[in-house]
């Protein structure tokens, strides 16, 4: 099975400031999907960002891009100019393109955004 | 996208009782996911729910204490049975929408405690 590693448990970052959250993940696969999920206080998982492993590209959303390394299995989420309303529990998810449905998720880390 | 009610959001229930938790979506969906997620770890996928058909289990969780129920392609239930302390947790609903199916969408979680 896939394995998803978030060696961050905790992390902070001042407001306006930019912080990267780190995840690799370990697959044989060469096709798959690599998500960034949130999860606020109020538990509701919400997509921050996707990315496509067949492209080269990072994918961008706002303030929230990507470093994927294919070749390293890392995807590491940077956020910049910090907001207070970003402070959440970051789970990094991984899905295989090809059969199956299971997401695969991380152990999360936690962000802190200090006013 | 898609959206989820899930209820209860939370409760409190004795040892040795059962509780079933709804899961509502609003659009119709081949599949739905029943995950959980015990304090301060990742979401672990309990089973897949397709309708008209019996829920396929992941390792470690069996039918006779975690029974779903499908009876159509915009609902879905996961009873958890004879309940003791360690089935304290968020108990997450998802379903899987958008271009082939690469995107999850969650309800907002039960918090379940067993006391």
């Known amino acids: 099975a896939q394995t998803v590693t978030q060696s961050q448990p905790e992390m902070s970052v001042q407001e306006a400031e930019t912080v990267t959250l780190s995840c690799t993940y370990d697959?044989?696969?060469?096709?798959?999907?690599l998500f960034w999920y949130k999860q606020p206080p109020s538990r509701q998982m919400i997509l921050v960002i996707r990315?496509?492993?067949?492209?080269?590209q990072n994918a961008t959303e706002n303030r929230f891009s990507v470093n994927f390394q294919k070749a390293a299995k890392s995807f590491s989420l940077k956020i910049s100019d910090s907001q207070l309303g970003d402070a959440a529990m970051y789970f990094c998810?991984?899905?295989?393109?090809?059969?199956?449905?299971?997401?695969?998720f991380g152990t999360g880390t936690s962000l802190t955004v200090i006013p | 996208s898609a959206v989820i009610s899930q209820k209860p959001s939370r409760d409190i229930c004795q040892r040795g009782t059962s509780l079933t938790i709804q899961c509502q979506v609003d659009s119709q969906v081949t599949m739905m996911f029943w995950y959980r997620q015990q304090p301060g770890q990742s979401l672990t996928l309990i089973a897949t729910a397709n309708q008209g058909s019996e829920a396929t289990y992941e390792s470690g969780f069996v039918i006779d204490k975690f029974p779903i129920s499908r009876p159509n392609l915009t609902f879905s239930t996961l009873t958890v049975s004879n309940m003791s302390p360690e089935d304290s947790s968020i108990y997450l609903c998802s379903v899987e929408k958008g271009a082939l199916n690469t995107e999850a969408f969650f309800g907002q979680g039960t918090r379940l405690t067993v006391v």
């Open positions: 990315q496509e492993a067949y492209k080269q």
């Open positions: 998810a991984y899905r295989s393109a090809w059969g199956g449905n299971q997401f695969y």
């Open positions: 697959t044989s696969e060469s096709d798959y999907y």
